[in-house]
């Protein structure tokens, strides 16, 4: 069975930054869209960013400029590094990672509180 931990999350205030981890096996890391995911209470779970093995991006419209993903394939690791977080950034993040019909992988989550 596959496993993704993700590492990282927290309690912070508005204003504040915090950097996510996902480590993924390596037998399917540098294959893989990797991606961060989060749900917030009594909400549906939404994309945040993905990142492809070759370095691309994508970022929801309402991350843009305060999140970016990363990913080093050395370390088999992605990143989300969370900058001028709001209180409506509180969620559960997911870290996922895929490739089209072969595989679709889900990490347990880590719970991001932003609050005062």
């Known amino acids: 069975q596959v496993q993704l931990v993700e590492s990282g999350g927290g309690l912070v205030q508005p204003g504040g930054s915090l950097r996510l981890s996902c480590a993924a096996p390596?037998?399917?890391?540098?294959?893989?869209?990797m991606g961060w995911y989060r749900q917030a209470p009594g909400k549906q779970r939404e994309l945040v960013a993905t990142?492809?093995?070759?370095?691309?991006?994508l970022d929801a419209s309402s991350v843009k400029g305060r999140f970016t993903i990363s990913r080093d394939n050395a370390k088999n690791t992605m990143y989300l590094q969370m900058n001028s977080l709001k209180l409506e950034d509180t969620a559960v993040y997911y870290c996922?990672?895929?490739?089209?019909?072969?595989?679709?992988?889900w990490g347990q989550g880590t719970q991001v509180t932003v609050s005062s």
């Open positions: 996922n990672a895929r490739a089209g019909s072969l595989y679709n992988y």
């Open positions: 390596g037998s399917i890391f540098s294959m893989s869209i």
């Open positions: 990142i492809s093995g070759g370095g691309l991006t």
